[in-house]
């Protein structure tokens, strides 16, 4: 079993910064991916960013170049950094959890992203 909790949301003007924190705990693999996926009203889950053991990233167009995810292994924290924010950033941000070679995938409960003047 694997717990996850997000934090960090909150309200941004646009043109600013927010740095998301997932925490994981319980039976964490060495061998693993962790993504952030974000979910606006009416519209389905989209992927933000993932990280893949060793550190392989991949990020939605929309946000390359403005949000950076990583990880710290010895706390089992993963980060997004997210730069120049617009107001279509706004959502619920999730993150989650994927043993490599396993199906199954964890999700935190979310966090909730406001970017708004």
């Known amino acids: 079993q694997v717990q996850l909790v997000e934090s960090g949301g909150g309200l941004v003007q646009p043109g600013g910064s927010l740095r998301l924190s997932c925490a994981a705990s319980?039976?964490?693999?060495?061998?693993?991916?962790m993504g952030w996926y974000r979910q606006a009203p009416g519209k389905q889950r989209e992927l933000v960013a993932t990280i893949a053991t060793p550190g392989t990233t991949t990020y939605a167009q929309s946000v390359e170049g403005r949000f950076t995810i990583s990880r710290d292994n010895t706390k089992n924290t993963l980060y997004l950094q997210m730069n120049s924010l617009k107001p279509e950033d706004a959502a619920v941000y999730y993150c989650n959890y994927q043993r490599l070679g396993e199906s199954y995938v964890y999700w935190g409960q979310g966090t909730q992203v406001t970017v708004s003047s």
């Open positions: 319980g039976t964490i693999f060495r061998f693993n991916a």
